[in-house]
């Protein structure tokens, strides 16, 4: 049996249950998700069962639950730990000192840098260099590492036993926009903070035909959606913007295909969006929409170039971002750049081949499917 544990991903997180999970389910693993979440959550998603805990909020609350965590890793059975955050990473290779359970660590960010908005500018240096010998020290105590794009494995100095399972774009029915003449809507789909680029993307709103309208999907996980609203009622936008929150992602992906343009707006200064492999720019793919990106965003940006699916700026500019949205009110364009964006998506940059190397490395590491461990019980 295989456990993802999570510190902070929901139950039904799209990377760890819809992706990973799925597909060692699919390969014929008894696969559980324990993550923190509400006691009605569904008991099994995606073939993979599901189990939720409660724990105090905020980082204290984490570390607060960290030893309840690995107790509870270390009593699952599972001959497997897949951990997807560095206090789950701990909490896993305890466990594993009990249970005798091999441990994979998943890496989604560049942990190295996560301090720095935090700490004065000559702190930043010395604080990477430490969080970078801790992901290296964690490796060297895993008996693998799976990182969710390709520049984070650098940060864990261990090239054998690291495997890329990128973000890719899950398979979806779903019919792709048919992009008409008429005012524009652009979309906004998940996690939305103001280093997102909320404050350049209502100024470029100011900029753009008074028909133009604005759907956000997903949550303000920042604490700014106050200061958001203030901010849209200042400018007079409000009348132009739908917030419609978060949603299951079949909806969510089905709401995004009602719009127009994508936007993906990570503002410069941190490695994380640098690094950035989102979700959001393979649904929108997916959905048949050009993208507007950042152009410092490497791994974003190469992609975009590749698959010729949209346009790249400098997102600190409001008025680039509102001159690269008037460049694709040509409805024709959009078509182009959509289907251009779609079949990547579904070829060159689909999850098919990523769940393939993650079910791989589960090979190697020994460990049997369900079929095979019918005749035994399962440790």
């Known amino acids: 049996m295989i456990l993802m544990l999570s510190a902070a991903h929901p139950p039904d997180d799209i990377r760890v249950v819809r992706k990973e999970a799925a597909a060692l389910a699919a390969a014929g693993w008894r696969v559980r998700h324990l993550a923190p979440g509400p006691a009605d959550a569904p008991d099994r998603i995606a073939g993979v069962a599901i189990e939720t805990y409660r724990r105090p909020p905020g980082w204290r609350g984490r570390l607060l639950n960290l030893p309840r965590l690995a107790r509870r890793a ?34 989604h960010e560049h ?21 970078r010998l801790a992901c290296r020290l964690a490796a060297r105590a895993a008996d693998a590492v799976v990182v ?29 926009r048919e992009h008409r003449p008429g005012p524009l809507t652009l979309a906004h789909a998940g996690a939305m903070t103001r280093s997102r680029g909320w404050p350049q ?14 759907r956000l999907i997903g949550r303000f996980t920042d604490g700014s959606e106050g200061d958001f609203t203030t901010e849209a009622a200042r ?16 909806e969510a992906l089905a709401l995004m295909a009602e719009a127009d343009i994508a936007l993906v707006l990570f503002q410069p200064g941190e490695r994380n969006h640098q690094l950035a ?12 929409l050009p993208v507007i990106a950042p152009a410092f965003a490497t791994e974003v940006a190469a992609i975009i170039r590749e698959a010729e699916c949209g346009r790249l700026v400098e997102t600190g500019d409001p008025g ?8 694709l009110a040509e409805p024709g364009l959009r078509a182009r750049l959509g289907s251009a964006g779609r079949l ?29 461990q019918a005749a035994a019980p399962v440790l």
């Open 235 to 250: 400018l007079g936008l409000t009348p132009r913007i739908e917030c419609l929150g978060w949603r299951p992602h079949a």
């Open 148 to 176: 969710a794009k390709d520049g984070l494995a650098e940060d864990f100095a261990a090239p054998r036993r690291t495997v890329a399972v990128r973000n890719y774009a899950l398979p979806v029915t779903l019919a792709p």
């Open 111 to 131: 942990y190295p840098s996560r301090l720095d908005s935090r700490l004065p500018r000559p702190l930043r240096p010395p604080a990477r260099s430490l969080l």
């Open 201 to 214: 993307l209502l100024a470029a709103l100011t900029l753009l035909p008074p028909d133009t309208r604005l």
């Open 277 to 288: 492999l989102p979700h959001k720019l393979f649904d929108a793919m997916l959905a048949g």
């Open 344 to 372: 990547a998506a579904s070829t060159r940059y689909g999850w098919p081949a990523e769940a393939e190397r993650l079910v791989a490395l589960y090979r190697r590491l020994a460990l049997p499917t369900v079929d095979s």
């Open 320 to 327: 680039a971002i509102a001159a690269a949205i008037r460049a």
């Open 74 to 107: 270390a009593s699952s059975g599972a001959r497997i730990l897949h951990a997807s955050e560095p206090d789950a990473w701990l909490a896993a290779l305890w466990a594993a000192r009990r249970s005798g359970a091999r441990v994979v660590l998943d890496v």
